[in-house]
DNA sequence: TGCCCGATTAACT
DNA sequence: GTTAATCGGGCAA
């Protein structure tokens, strides 16, 4: 049986926890997948909303490691991520795409479309799939409703730049699974791999 | 206070 | 390829 994620697992570098999470299960109330696509963000990195210091929207962030940081994007959709490294460091993943695998009614009810690729291949997609809002801000990712299961086996993992930033642009920080049909976007041939 | 810009998405031309 | 939807944060006035 997999293991299940613990607090421990997220206190560390999130360029470590990052990689570590593609092919790992994450289900809210029994519903979601396999971890594809994410994306690392830390303190001094000026793309991360930390970068300019707490604010009420952020202040999960600035917390411990191993809870859900969920904010609202373009005031339209919702984005989840994970908080990682020792309580200060403010750094956090943010979760963009899913191969959904468990409750596809419930996915394709909320989503309103049939599309088992177009369910959650996307930061905002995934939580409508997956029906988190920001009643899941703060939560700790190892109590219900989320669980999360360690990757069972090897995973190719690609890394590129990340996606519809501006800052920080050129930095490396998207990780994926390599040939995965349920990325958000494919990554460049050049794409390094990791293991 | 007002204005601009986003870690996005779907529906346009 | 372009644009609307819509809200929190940053910053100028």
Same mark, same amino acid.
């Given at each position: 049986m997999p293991k299940r994620l613990t607090k421990r697992f997220f206190d560390r570098s999130v360029h470590e926890v990052a990689p570590d999470l593609i092919g790992a299960t994450l289900l809210v109330n029994g519903v979601g997948g396999r971890l594809i696509e994410v994306e690392a963000y830390h303190q &001094?990195?000026? $793309?991360? +909303?930390?970068f300019r210091g707490p604010t009420e929207r952020n202040a999960v962030m600035f917390g411990p490691p191993g809870y859900a940081y969920v904010y609202r994007s373009y005031g339209i959709h919702w984005c989840l991520n994970f908080v990682c490294e $020792? %309580?200060?460091?403010a750094s956090a993943v943010l979760i963009r795409a899913i191969e959904p695998t468990v409750g596809l009614a419930a996915m394709r009810r909320r989503r309103g479309i049939a599309d088992e690729r177009l369910l959650c291949s996307g930061p905002g997609r995934l939580c409508e799939a997956l029906g988190i &809002? *920001? /009643? +899941?801000?703060? #939560? /700790? #990712?190892?109590?219900p409703p989320f669980r999360l299961l360690a990757r069972d086996g090897e995973a190719e993992v690609l890394t590129g730049p990340r996606i519809g930033? &501006? %800052?920080? $642009?050129? %930095?490396?920080?998207r990780y994926g699974e390599k040939?995965? *049909?349920?990325?958000s976007k494919p990554f460049a041939a050049a794409a390094t791999a990791i293991y």
């Amino acid at each position: 049986m997999p293991k299940r994620l613990t607090k421990r697992f997220f206190d560390r570098s999130v360029h470590e926890v990052a990689p570590d999470l593609i092919g790992a299960t994450l289900l809210v109330n029994g519903v979601g997948g396999r971890l594809i696509e994410v994306e690392a963000y830390h303190q &001094t990195d000026p $793309a991360a +909303h930390s970068f300019r210091g707490p604010t009420e929207r952020n202040a999960v962030m600035f917390g411990p490691p191993g809870y859900a940081y969920v904010y609202r994007s373009y005031g339209i959709h919702w984005c989840l991520n994970f908080v990682c490294e $020792a %309580k200060g460091s403010a750094s956090a993943v943010l979760i963009r795409a899913i191969e959904p695998t468990v409750g596809l009614a419930a996915m394709r009810r909320r989503r309103g479309i049939a599309d088992e690729r177009l369910l959650c291949s996307g930061p905002g997609r995934l939580c409508e799939a997956l029906g988190i &809002t *920001r /009643a +899941h801000n703060g #939560l /700790a #990712l190892d109590d219900p409703p989320f669980r999360l299961l360690a990757r069972d086996g090897e995973a190719e993992v690609l890394t590129g730049p990340r996606i519809g930033i &501006t %800052k920080a $642009a050129d %930095k490396p920080w998207r990780y994926g699974e390599k040939g995965s *049909r349920f990325l958000s976007k494919p990554f460049a041939a050049a794409a390094t791999a990791i293991y």
